[in-house]
Every structure is written in structure tokens, then in C-alpha cells.
């Protein structure tokens, strides 16, 4: 074994116990602020790598720590399959390692470094984006997120979506790093400027922007009954909790995801309980369905229910692989035997609509009704504000992860959606967390994970007219991040331009010789 190779192995350790710090910013750990600087001792490896091959190594080394801690949770319902995940995806983050270590091996140049925080986040954010399609998965875990309970930061993602909060985070991270290792004086305080730019853009444009006065308000209760195993039982719960709302000033009342096993254009039993409950509540109520249709096949449904019955309904299209199907069954479908994935597939919906919903005073209420997992994909609340809707509404069942970070993570996602689109963020989930945001993302009411009840909240409401920046300009930043990546990445191939007379004199090697490798 050579020197290089017995050297390589604890650094390639480290950078995969490196992976692991960002997570800690995240729920429920919550540790928002040492995202600025969780990255650091991640692209310090990949910096010190004795060669861009060794530095891509401990990029997708990186990269697999990350996925491995932020979706541990995913065991139970994929077992051994969390690992080749952790790999494929963390093979995303070779490219950053290779991108650090051209750019910033010592001795680290101005031009060199200026580049590096241009071209380090952009492809850090190509890599998000790419795992974010929902053929792969969709999006998890983006270090945007882990923002979330700072509204001001999260004032960049009504410009360029969470993807913009991840590229600032990661240039800071950048700057950080040039700082700690950069020589010369000026380099070192270019990088102290532009991560203190980093840093403060989003508070600066949360500061200068002023928010349109809420001209109407509604009146959300959210109801979550808890650990409840039996179906019957999980409806009851929901029906009591929901019967004790009456008398209040409700516009809206919503159940969770699979709140009812009930396929609601046949069971009238059913369907007249809910029916009179919102008729005692004076509020239109959204019930989540979970249930076998009459083609035989089992969806999942968000189900608008007033006095006079069913009036509006919405099938999930976005289902959550392993846990609602199995990608390519015939050839995976042996890990529902190891696991909790799922017996069946679930039947995805058709496209996105709005549920024409109304106030108790009769004014419409258009909601963006959108079931559990779809709150991780920024496209399909952007859908919901451009087609006008005033409230954006998820519905959630996370007990399978209960006693795991899942459920603060995934109702944290709530917080990125109203930033994003200026919609309020509602979420009800069986078991917890059910949660409320205004139009800035700052959170109103919130049930854990140990609650049963309901909370209501009054919300202001959007204008449907109104939109973002990222409402109208869509996923420019990771788009803008992938023609920067492509373009360092063919400069990077391009051979060395040859002056006058033979080939340039290359610069001298900082790998050790074979004979000092061999050693």
C-alpha cells in the first residue's frame, strides 16, 4: 500500500463524518445557525487533497454522509436501500470536490478565489436540483431549508426559492474557508466581504420590502388526533375533536392525510357525519381520504365537504417512493418483504386544481389543498399562488416516523412555501407536526408530536393576484447554477493555451513523488 493511499483512507472517514455536521442545522436538532459555517470542514478535506481524483473521492465521500444523516429515518421503510441511495446521491458531491480543489488548493489567487464563490454554490445548488426531481425522489433535506425559522433570511426564497437561501449559505461557507486559509491580505478580505454579503442580503431585503395590508382574513382549526392505530378509531377522534370547535368563528376546518379509510362517494354513513359536522362548525371541512376506489385501486384524496356534501376533491400526484410505491416493482418490490415499503402502489393523480372553497360569509377561498410529501416541491405551490389561490393547505400522516427528526423536517417545509409563493402555510398532520405561517414564513401556531387537539389560527390572507419574484421568474437560480457549473467545467477541460514557441512550462507538482508516495 502507498503512503498516498494510507493517508487517503481516515481523510475519506472524515469527510463522511463531515457530512453529517450541516444536518445538525436542520429539525430537530435546529442548530440554524452553524449552517454558515457546517460546511467548512468538508471542503477543508477536499482542499488538502493531495489530487482532484482524491478531492472528488471526498466530495462523494461528503455528499454521502449528508443523505445518510438527513433521511436515516427512511430505514424502516427502505432498509438496506438508505445506503445505496447514500451513495448515488452522495456521487452528486464528487463535482464540488473537484470544484474546491482546483480552485482553492494553495496557494489560493485572487482570481481563483472570486471564482471559487461563484462556482462552489452554483454547483452545490446543481446538485440539490438534480436530486429534487421527483423521479429520483424529489427534494430533501436542501440546506436552504434549514433557514426556516429566520424570516428574514428566508426573504431570498420570494426571489429565487430555497435554492437561493442554499447558494447564499454555501458562498458563506466558501468565504470562510478562503479566509482561513488564503495568505495574501486582499484575498482574505474579499472573503470577508462577500460572506458578510452572504449573510445579510436576505435580512437586507426582507428590511426594504414592504408587505401589501391583508385585506381579508380566514379562520383555520387544525385538527390532529394523534396516536390513534385503528381507522375507525383515528375518525372518531377526528369527529370529536372536531365537534368541540363548535361555536367558534371558523371559515375552514382541516383533517389530516388518511383521517377517513372511507371512500367517500360511497359510504354515505361516512359522508354524513362529516356533512353534519360542518354544518354544527358553520365551516367547510377538508378531509383526507385514504381510500380503495371503485376501480379497486387506493388513493389518496383531499376532500372539500360542505353542508350539501362533497363538493371539490384532489388526488395526490407526487407519491412518496418505497412509502406509497416502489419504483420499478418488478425488479425492487423485494424490499417490501425487509421493510415497511409499500404492499401496493397508490393510484397518483391526474394534475394539480385548486379546491374552490368559501368563508362562512360566502367569499371564496380558493385553496392550494396538496397532500404531504408535495410540500418538498417548490413547483407545485408556485402552481398553486400563479392559479390564484389565497391559502395553501397541506395534509400530512408522518406517524411511521414519529419518534424520529422526520416530522420537525418535514413541517418546516411549510415555513420555504409561504416564503416562496407570499401564500400563508397551513399543514395538519395525524400524529404531529401541525403547524400555520403567514405570508413571510414566520410560524403562528404549532402542535408537536405529543399533542392531540386542534389549533386554530387566523391568518391573513393573499391577494391571488400577488406573486413573488420566484412566482414569476421560476427556478432561475438552479437553472443559472447549472450554466455556471457546465461552463467552469468545460473551462476546466479546455487545454492550456500555448504562448510563443513550444508548450507552456507546466507548474510545478504540489503531489508528492512516486518515489515519496512509494515510500
Not at 272 to 288: E, F, I, K, M, V
Request: hydrophobic share 50%; proline share 7%.
Amino acid at each position: 500500500m502507498t503512503l498516498r493511499a494510507a493517508l487517503a483512507r481516515p481523510a475519506r472517514y472524515a469527510s463522511l463524518a463531515a457530512g453529517a455536521l450541516p444536518v445538525l442545522a436542520f429539525p430537530a436538532p435546529g442548530l440554524a445557525a452553524l449552517a454558515w459555517v457546517a460546511l467548512v470542514p468538508g471542503l477543508l478535506l477536499m482542499q488538502r487533497a493531495p489530487s482532484g481524483r482524491e478531492a472528488a473521492v471526498r466530495g462523494w465521500c461528503f455528499g454521502a454522509g449528508f443523505i445518510l444523516t438527513a433521511m436515516y429515518w427512511l430505514v424502516p421503510s427502505i432498509g438496506p436501500g438508505l445506503i445505496v441511495l447514500a451513495v448515488l446521491f452522495g456521487a452528486l458531491q464528487a463535482g464540488l470536490g473537484l470544484a474546491v480543489w482546483r480552485l482553492l488548493h494553495p496557494p489560493v489567487t485572487a482570481l481563483r478565489a472570486l471564482a471559487a464563490l461563484v462556482v462552489v454554490p452554483s454547483v452545490w445548488v446543481s446538485t440539490e436540483f438534480i436530486r429534487s426531481w421527483h423521479a429520483l425522489g424529489g427534494p430533501w433535506a436542501l440546506l436552504g431549508a434549514s433557514q426556516w425559522q429566520h424570516p428574514a433570511v428566508l426573504a431570498l426564497a420570494s426571489v429565487g426559492g430555497a435554492w437561493l437561501v442554499s447558494a447564499a449559505v454555501v458562498a458563506a461557507n466558501t468565504g470562510v474557508l478562503i479566509l482561513l486559509t488564503a495568505r495574501r491580505p486582499t484575498v482574505r478580505v474579499a472573503a470577508v466581504g462577500v460572506t458578510a454579503l452572504a449573510v445579510a442580503a436576505g435580512p437586507a431585503l426582507f428590511a426594504l420590502r414592504t408587505q401589501p395590508t391583508p385585506g381579508e382574513y380566514a379562520t383555520v382549526a387544525l385538527v390532529q388526533p394523534g396516536q390513534v392505530a385503528d381507522a375507525t378509531a383515528r375518525f372518531d377522534t377526528s369527529a370529536r375533536i372536531t365537534a368541540d370547535l363548535v361555536g367558534r368563528p371558523l371559515d375552514l376546518v382541516v383533517w389530516a392525510e388518511s383521517s377517513t379509510t372511507a371512500d367517500l362517494d360511497r359510504d354515505t354513513a361516512a359522508l354524513d357525519r362529516l356533512r353534519a359536522l360542518s354544518t354544527a362548525t358553520g365551516a367547510q371541512l377538508l378531509a383526507g381520504e385514504d381510500a380503495r376506489k371503485a376501480d379497486g385501486r387506493i388513493s389518496k384524496d383531499a376532500v372539500l365537504i360542505t353542508p350539501d356534501g362533497v363538493i371539490s376533491r384532489y388526488r395526490k400526484i407526487r407519491l412518496v417512493p418505497f412509502g406509497e410505491y416502489i419504483p420499478l416493482r418488478p425488479a425492487l418490490g423485494w424490499i417490501a418483504g425487509i421493510s415497511k415499503a409499500a404492499g401496493e402502489n397508490r393510484a397518483p393523480g391526474a394534475a394539480f386544481h385548486l379546491l374552490q372553497a368559501s368563508d362562512r360569509t360566502g367569499r371564496p377561498l380558493p385553496l392550494g389543498a396538496l397532500i404531504c410529501f408535495e410540500s418538498a416541491f417548490p413547483d407545485m405551490s408556485r402552481a398553486a399562488s400563479d392559479d390564484g389561490a389565497k391559502l395553501i393547505v397541506y395534509q400530512s400522516a408522518t406517524s411511521t416516523f414519529q419518534h424520529t427528526w422526520a416530522p420537525q423536517q418535514h413541517a418546516s417545509l411549510g415555513a420555504l412555501r409561504a416564503a416562496e409563493t407570499g401564500r400563508p402555510v397551513v399543514q395538519a398532520s395525524l400524529t404531529g407536526e401541525s403547524v400555520a405561517y403567514d405570508r413571510q414564513g414566520r410560524r403562528l401556531a404549532h402542535l408537536g408530536t405529543s399533542a392531540t387537539g386542534a389549533v386554530t389560527v387566523r391568518l391573513p390572507l393573499a391577494d391571488p393576484a400577488a406573486r413573488t419574484w420566484y412566482d414569476r421568474l421560476g427556478d432561475w437560480v438552479p437553472l443559472t447554477a447549472a450554466g455556471i457549473t457546465l461552463a467552469a467545467a468545460a473551462a476546466a477541460l479546455r487545454p492550456a493555451r500555448r504562448k510563443d514557441g513550444p508548450a507552456a512550462v507546466p507548474a510545478p507538482s504540489t503531489e508528492p513523488s512516486q518515489s515519496t508516495a512509494d515510500a
